[in-house]
């Protein structure tokens, strides 16, 4: 693992690694905001992922979190969206391969070499910052877009280990919309059964155990109604009274100035139950 | 004038507008912040001067500073730091021509055409925000780098216009520094003399009018020693008796993620200047 950026930021570091990963046998940047308190003792981590096209550098660049991070001591990791690389498989689509891993463990040639994303992120990643930064081991997980489908899939899939989840403008139900569909099918293959393991809304609906979930959403978001649906999930979180708080963000986008304008009560919530 | 982006932001709006500069003779793109305030009171304004490489788009989607933008009831505005187009001189270097503009009016061939950055600062975009937004014709300027040159000379050069100057890592003495000599040579000619208009050092010590100035500077700045030397403008306060709060942070690097860490604080100094 090699340190490959430092920047002082907000009394503590926002750092970027490179690492050689095991599962998704490539090297891999990943971003961590490090807090002042970080020097002195062990603190709670939340994990960022990111939407489609994005990399490690979006969020540290644009959410202006680390100022929250730093108040509410907290260390917070944000990876790549998926493997990298020119031997690894790729599509000159946006919306798949490179950038598009969908935090998935695709079963599918070419892609099942390479693209496993949610293993990396639960257990991969997970165990690298614990064992090398301090980390309390106790975590959340929040994401954006195809990112925050990410953060509800993984943290409704292991209640054990993330504390809490939060979305902004998530992809609730991949299975029921085009970006969700085309991604399902090329990693997953056509049998949809399977798809449900990757579906935030199908896995409410199966009995997920209850963990504290947020979600922001913006009403003026140009993939709302195609590709978004936030109504599903409360839909499915009304249906198995699950709790879960929507906001709706009157005249809010689906940009990084939308995540800005709402990160610090994001981190706000996960501290809170972090620190439970 | 056109709108060509509209982000909302910390209850206010983050736009981006395109307009035909008369000075500049050129398409000219500005970024403004409008707080939420704006929709009912005029406001004061904060002018930022981006750096070396930077468009319109740095500051805002970097610096996090629409959340104290609104808070502090400022709009903020930041222009391009040159003419651009096809049809105007450039140099393959970064930090000539096109990008690196130094907000002066330059008198050498093939610049003195477009790059009149100077007048179109002072005179036509704030006429511009005057005329089209809620501004309260009161106005403050900041920046950062070459921006931060620009912040200090315009600031200096104008005391009725601005009612207070702040600036991270500025280059502070461009007369004296190779990123500054480059470039006053390029535009300006050979004459030393002439430079001393756009050199902050030589302002002061020419007796320039005082206003409040705030200077932040990190400790790990790769430019620091270099280009940057902010010893020259202590050194030219200290001889004047000019007051100048030079805060040096440890630490802290060239990039917004050191902006980020203490852009509160500029505006909030500009802030108390602006509502005094």
Same mark, same amino acid.
């Given at each position: 693992?090699?340190?490959?950026?430092?920047?002082?930021?907000?009394?503590?570091?926002?750092?970027?690694?490179?690492?050689?990963?095991?599962?998704?046998?490539?090297?891999?940047?990943?971003?961590?905001?490090?807090?002042?308190?970080?020097?002195?003792?062990?603190?709670?981590?939340?994990?960022?992922?990111?939407?489609?096209?994005?990399?490690?550098?979006?969020?540290?660049?644009?959410?202006?979190?680390?100022?929250?991070?730093?108040?509410?001591?907290?260390? /917070? %990791? =944000? @990876?790549?969206?998926? *493997?990298? +690389?020119?031997?690894?498989?790729?599509?000159?689509?946006? &919306?798949?391969?490179?950038?598009?891993?969908?935090?998935?463990?695709?079963?599918?040639?070419?892609?099942?070499?390479?693209?496993?994303?949610?293993?990396?992120?639960?257990?991969?990643?997970?165990?690298?910052?614990?064992?090398?930064?301090?980390?309390?081991?106790?975590?959340?997980?929040?994401?954006?877009?195809?990112?925050?489908?990410?953060?509800?899939?993984?943290?409704?899939?292991?209640?054990?280990?993330?504390?809490?989840?939060?979305?902004?403008?998530? /992809? %609730? =139900? @991949?299975?029921?919309? *085009?970006? +969700?569909?085309?991604?399902?099918?090329?990693?997953?293959? &056509?049998?949809?059964?399977?798809?449900?393991?990757?579906?935030?809304?199908?896995?409410?609906?199966?009995?997920?155990?209850?963990?504290?979930?947020?979600?922001?959403?913006?009403?003026?978001?140009?993939?709302?109604?195609?590709?978004?649906?936030?109504?599903?999930?409360?839909?499915?979180?009304?249906?198995?009274?699950?709790?879960?708080?929507?906001?709706?963000?009157?005249?809010?986008?689906?940009?990084?100035?939308?995540?800005?304008?709402?990160?610090?009560?994001?981190?706000?919530?996960?501290?809170?139950?972090?620190?439970?």
């Amino acid at each position: 693992m090699e340190r490959i950026e430092r920047h002082a930021s907000f009394g503590g570091w926002q750092d970027v690694y490179q690492h050689q990963s095991d599962i998704l046998k490539c090297a891999m940047n990943f971003s961590i905001y490090l807090p002042p308190h970080a020097k002195d003792e062990k603190l709670p981590v939340i994990y960022w992922l990111s939407g489609l096209t994005c990399n490690e550098q979006n969020f540290i660049t644009k959410a202006g979190a680390q100022k929250y991070a730093s108040e509410n001591k907290v260390i /917070i %990791v =944000a @990876p790549d969206t998926s *493997p990298r +690389g020119d031997n690894i498989a790729d599509d000159a689509a946006y &919306d798949l391969g490179q950038g598009a891993g969908f935090y998935l463990n695709a079963t599918q040639a070419p892609w099942s070499e390479h693209y496993q994303m949610y293993d990396y992120i639960v257990h991969e990643l997970r165990a690298l910052i614990d064992e090398n930064f301090p980390s309390k081991r106790v975590q959340s997980i929040m994401g954006h877009s195809a990112g925050g489908h990410g953060a509800l899939v993984i943290g409704l899939s292991n209640p054990d280990i993330y504390q809490s989840i939060s979305a902004f403008s998530p /992809i %609730v =139900a @991949p299975s029921q919309v *085009p970006w +969700g569909q085309k991604a399902f099918k090329a990693y997953l293959g &056509d049998d949809q059964l399977l798809w449900r393991r990757y579906d935030a809304v199908e896995l409410i609906k199966s009995g997920a155990a209850r963990k504290p979930i947020l979600v922001d959403q913006g009403s003026a978001d140009s993939f709302l109604e195609e590709q978004l649906k936030p109504e599903l999930l409360s839909d499915a979180c009304c249906e198995m009274n699950y709790p879960v708080t929507l906001n709706m963000r009157e005249g809010y986008d689906h940009s990084y100035y939308f995540i800005a304008s709402f990160i610090e009560a994001h981190i706000q919530f996960h501290s809170a139950e972090l620190n439970r």
